[in-house]
């Protein structure tokens, strides 16, 4: 073996080239050539990548970038769900499958393209019976069933807002989602079901729209029977709602900067930003990177295990994915339920080419063994992706081991606000696990230090991107401030909030977050937004808040709490904690530890250090504590 050959095995541990079977069968064989030309001339390589799509009317300018404002393919009309339906259903597409859905119960619905558009044209129509308008804002909060992406593509296409909100987010959680957004509308189910238990929605969302004066009608998909008592005339069922509506509807013709979104993700306050996405870059992004990422071909079976409910679910199961004609697979439920081989199963049962998971659900699977996915016959998968934190390279080798030890693995980096796909390999690309390797083409990230001066090779820094991208969000939605912000931490960069280093491969490996938000099971959460929920609850004075370690979910939820006066520590008290931020926030949000403490690690001017906390519960030096008040 040659010297440099064992040199970067002891550093960067192995590294997985290729086939050369793979490279030949892959769009960009070449990646060090494409990306160089790619970044040469970024606006003709997306320019060039748009005119794959359809558009109404041509753009004339493919960027118009006014720091930190971008525009993409400025003056040209187009429409999200008329790319992702009409340009297929216009072909012999009409009759591919666009979507497998598998419930808990193994029960299965199949979609073609036709049918899908049908049914997008239905609801769309349905969506215009109650007078709403281009640019009014719908909630959705429902389970993972068909008729999410129904009304997902049903609001692009009339120019509607969608907010899609996590089922398992609470009231309170939910209404102030509503309330930011101000929804006319909000669509819903009666239940979702988790480990064949039915999750109750209804009552959840009852609760959250009693003060909510925009909503003047709530749909409800109702998979139980006897069907949940409805009020009319508020209140709709949502086969009703579609029964006797026309199956076509013109798509509309929108400006490439009509926002087709709003996500609300967490950041380091205790309130959500309402991350905003448009039709005409959102739409470009979507589709190249789902296209070479997974070297998407036409016969592909595309599994992806994401909520639609966060953004992996909305750029890659729902708008990728359909933009590039594929047929999707989306199951509901959990990987271990009814037993660890669900997902094996789901695989050979259905033929998966493509398969597109997390870090935390690959390990919840290495903890039941290897043979639960000997069972199956894996071979008909091809590429493999992994997405929402960092994957260590012993959950990688598993992963890459009981898929057959040839299928490359996809460690794709980005986040809400970047809407697409921004480091990853390609692939073509040689592997090293625990990498997300290279940024994707067009995309000029690097790691830098707080004056945006790029760092040498293995110096940990922050994970930028220096020039603007076509599904980078647009703004946080009536927080304009906010979103210059990402723009300003670092000069003329924005500013991820990861840390990062790059080897000298320029291999990137990302290292965690910078800032107080937390990934628990790939779940985002603020900090700031679990410590809100406790101090709301009576007994407590102050609370602080950081992520831990843990094995399977990457981070787990510790809490730091100070007790008011006349409130003493016990079990019960523990436990009317966790359930009252589970009330407030939702399941994601509950501490799996509260220790009950007498004071807080501060600073002079009153913030609390969770730095100090964290590095003492993990037994590490507390660095720089000289600005500590005590
Ligand atoms: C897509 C998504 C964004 C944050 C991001 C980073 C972490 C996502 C990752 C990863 C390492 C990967 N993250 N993918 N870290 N390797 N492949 O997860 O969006 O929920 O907004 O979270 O997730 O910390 O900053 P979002």
Redesign the pocket.
């Known amino acids: 073996m040659a010297d440099d050959k064992v040199d970067s095995l002891l550093k960067e541990g192995r590294v997985y080239r290729p086939s050369q079977e793979t490279v030949a069968s892959t769009y960009i064989q070449d990646y060090e050539t494409a990306y160089r030309e790619s970044i040469q001339n970024p606006e003709a390589f997306w320019g060039q990548a748009a005119k794959e799509l359809d558009w109404f009317t041509p753009w004339n300018k493919v960027l118009e970038w006014n720091y930190p404002w971008a525009k993409w393919f400025v003056g040209g009309t187009c429409n999200m769900a008329y790319n992702c339906l009409d340009r297929h259903v216009k072909t012999w597409r009409r009759h591919k499958v666009a979507v497998i859905w598998v419930g808990e119960k193994g029960e299965e619905r199949i979609f073609t393209y036709a049918e899908l558009y049908r049914q997008v044209c239905r609801c769309a129509n349905a969506l215009k019976s109650l007078g709403l308008r281009k640019g009014d804002r719908v909630t959705i909060y429902l389970p993972k069933i068909p008729e999410q992406m129904v009304a997902m593509l049903a609001c692009a296409r009339l120019g509607l807002i969608h907010s899609v909100v996590y089922s398992g987010f609470s009231a309170p959680a939910l209404e102030s989602r509503i309330q930011d957004a101000e929804s006319r509308l909000v669509i819903t189910a009666d239940v979702g079901y988790d480990r064949g238990k039915a999750i109750h929605l209804k009552p959840v969302v009852d609760q959250a729209v009693a003060h909510c004066r925009t909503v003047e009608h709530v749909v409800v998909v109702r998979r139980e029977q006897p069907g949940v008592t409805l009020s009319a005339p508020k209140e709709i069922d949502w086969e009703d709602w579609l029964r006797d509506q026309p199956v076509a509807c013109e798509a509309e013709p929108l400006d490439s900067e009509t926002p087709l979104y709003i996500l609300y ?1 967490s950041g380091t306050t205790g309130k959500p930003k309402g991350v905003v996405h448009v039709h005409g870059g959102y739409m470009v992004g979507t589709y190249l990177t789902t296209k070479y990422v997974f070297n998407l071909k036409e016969d592909d079976l595309y599994f992806c295990v994401a909520d639609p409910g ?3 679910g909305h750029s890659y199961i729902v708008y990728g994915p359909l933009l590039n004609g594929a047929t999707i697979l989306t199951a509901e439920g959990k990987p271990d339920y009814p037993n660890p081989g669900r997902w094996w199963d789901i695989i050979a049962k259905y033929g998966v080419t493509v398969f597109y998971t997390t870090p935390t659900a690959i390990r919840l699977l290495m903890r039941y063994g290897e043979d639960w996915p000997k069972k199956y016959d894996l071979t008909s998968l091809r590429v493999l992706g ?6 260590n390279p012993e959950a990688w080798e598993w992963f890459h081991r009981v898929t057959g030890g040839k299928k490359p693995i996809m ?7 970047t809407g697409m796909i921004l480091v990853t390999p390609l692939p073509s690309v040689p592997l090293k696990p625990g990498s ?1 390797t290279r940024p994707f083409l067009g995309v000029e990230a690097d790691v830098v230090d707080r004056e945006g001066k790029s760092l040498p090779a293995n110096a940990g820094g922050f994970a930028v991107v220096k020039k603007p991208w076509p599904a980078m969000m647009r703004t946080i939605y009536k927080d304009p401030d906010r979103y210059q912000v990402y723009w300003n931490t670092i000069p003329n960069c924005y500013t ?3 840390v990062c280093r790059k080897d000298k491969d320029g291999y990137f490996w ?1 290292m ?2 910078a800032d107080d938000v937390i ?1 628990v099971a ?1 779940n ?1 959460i603020g900090t700031a937004e679990v410590e809100s929920a406790l101090v709301s609850h009576p007994a407590v004075a102050e609370a602080a808040v950081i992520g831990k370690p843990h094995p399977t979910v990457g981070e787990s939820i510790k809490a730091f709490v100070i007790l008011k006066q006349g409130h003493q520590e016990s079990p019960e008290l523990i436990q009317s904690l966790k359930n009252h931020v589970l009330t407030e926030l939702g399941k994601i949000g509950v501490p799996a530890e509260i220790d009950i403490v007498p004071s807080l690690p501060k600073t002079r001017s009153g913030k609390i250090m969770r730095r100090v906390l964290k590095a003492k519960e993990l037994g590490q030096d507390a660095g720089d504590i000289s600005t500590l008040e005590d």
């Open positions: 993700t966060w953004v992996t992994s997405v929402g934190e960092p994957i460690d794709t980096w980005w986040q809400t606000e997300a991820a909030g990861d990302f965690g977050r990934k790939g985002r």
